[in-house]
Every structure is written in C-alpha cells, then in structure tokens.
C-alpha cells in the first residue's frame, strides 16, 4: 500500500478474527518492522513475546479485570454517542465500536458490583482474546541506562514507536489489529499476565498486548475522525496558526 493511504487505512479491529495462523514469513516481517523503529541512542529498549501456543492464549483469555467508577468514567469522557458530537469534537471514540459491556455500564452504573454482569463481560473478552492467530506482548526494558531526566519517558515513547511499525506492517500484509489493555490496567491482572508469560520481575515493564488476526466477513470499522492540521499545527509561534 502506498504510505499515505496505510497511514490513514492503518485501523483498530474490534471484533473476532478467525484462528487461521499468520505465516511465519508474515511474521517475520511485522517483527522486522518491529526491530527497526527509533529508539533513544538506538538502545532498543524492548522485547517482544510472541504468543502463538492455543493452550497459552486460553489462559490469557481467562485473565479477568474490573473496571472501577473512575476507569468507566473515563471511558465516557471520550465516548461520542452522536455523529454530531464526534464530527465538532473530532476526537474520541464512536460508540459504534465502545464493547457491549461499557455501554451496559452507563445505562445501568449499579452494574458495576454486580459480579454475574462481569462474569458475562469477561467472557466476552475471553472469546476476542482467543479468536486471535497470534497475541503481541511488548516489554519496556527499563533496566537499560539513559541519559538525563527524560530518559524513561524517551524510552517508553520508542515503545510507541514499535508498536507502530508492527501495527502498519501489519495491516499493509491484510492482518488486523487491536490493542488490549483492559488487563493491563490493573496490577493484580497485570502480575497474573507476567506470570503466564514468564516475565522477570523488575527489569521488564509489560506495556502493550496486541491481538492479531485475519478478520470474518462480519467486521465492521471505527469512524476515521480526526482533528485537521490547522486544529493543532502552530507556525513559529505557539499563537500562530499553521495555514
Ligand atoms: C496505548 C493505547 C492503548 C489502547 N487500548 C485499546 C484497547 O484497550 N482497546 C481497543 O479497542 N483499542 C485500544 N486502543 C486503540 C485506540 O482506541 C484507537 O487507536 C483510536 O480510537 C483510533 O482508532 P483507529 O486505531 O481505528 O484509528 C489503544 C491505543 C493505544 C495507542
């Protein structure tokens, strides 16, 4: 695909994939992208567990969470429920593709303690963890000496850098993307995650998961809306619109 039209094509698929495996060279490729992207002194702060075994994806998938008061909250805070409001906001999230359960959670909030309303959601959750070909951990090696104050932010911001190229690489060979944090959010979800995955403690921090697969005739897009260049360029000056 030419840059630009992957660039803007490059989307999050929310839905199930099918198991159908992803070819090792295909892979070998999203990884190779992977590898290449900046890093702060190009110290290459990451690592990259490539889930590919069934029995561990399903134990994944059983990794549950709870989101609280605050963390619902927030979701709503960037959920757009109208055509109107995303179109003037051009930012945050359609509620086309917000999952089932976060909706059920703004029409009835008591849910939120209701342990068979989780039970359900996470099975759900199970089910789209579990219908990938392969599941994409990526470590942030804070280990790795840095220079000056900012260095862990760089290091992290390489972080994104990575999962950028994997992700592009990614859809420019037809396979699709979504990025799950609902575990990683938590601590005691988070810790279940490294144990599975056999993380050292300390040295490596589990920053991204992403489920990969070939998407079912059955999937549907997020809208593509995104602030215009004049919304947030500045020329010379921070007052100064960039025309
Ligand atoms: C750090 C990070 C975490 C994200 N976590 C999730 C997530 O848990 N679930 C999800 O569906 N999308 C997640 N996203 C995807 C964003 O919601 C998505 O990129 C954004 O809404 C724009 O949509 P697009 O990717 O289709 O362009 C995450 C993105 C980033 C960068």
């Known amino acids: 695909m030419d840059f630009q039209e992957l660039v803007k094509f490059r989307r999050s698929s929310r839905w199930l994939f099918s198991k ?4 090792d060279a295909d892979l070998r490729k999203i990884l190779e992208a992977a ?26 998938s059983k990794v549950e969470f709870r989101l609280d008061k605050n963390a ?7 959920t757009r429920f109208t055509r109107e409001e995303l179109e003037s906001k ?10 089932k359960f976060v909706l059920d959670l703004k029409d009835n909030p008591q849910l939120i303690n209701d342990d068979t309303f989780w039970k359900k959601a996470m099975e759900l959750y199970a089910l789209l963890i579990q219908n990938s070909a392969v599941l994409l951990f990526i470590l ?14 760089w290091g992290i911001i390489s972080i994104g850098a990575v999962m950028q190229n994997i992700w592009l690489a990614a859809n420019d060979l037809g396979i699709s993307v979504q990025l799950v944090s609902g575990q990683l959010m938590l601590p005691e979800s988070a810790r279940k995650l490294r144990q599975i995955l056999q993380i050292p403690e300390k040295k490596f921090r589990l920053l991204l998961m992403m489920r990969l697969g070939y998407e079912s005739k059955f999937g549907k897009y997020g809208t593509k809306i995104r602030r215009e260049i004049e919304d947030f360029v500045h020329l010379n000056k921070f007052s100064n619109k960039f025309t």
């Open 20 to 23: 159908k495996p992803i070819p």
């Open 35 to 60: 590898r290449f992207a900046p890093t702060p002194h190009n110290c290459q702060p990451f690592e990259i567990i490539v889930v590919k075994d069934r029995d561990i994806i399903r134990q994944i």
């Open 90 to 99: 051009k930012d945050g999230v359609y509620v086309d593709v917000l999952p």
């Open 72 to 78: 619902v909250d927030g979701h709503f805070y960037w």
């Open 140 to 153: 942030y090696n804070r280990s790795l000496p840095g220079v000056g104050p900012l260095a862990h932010l």
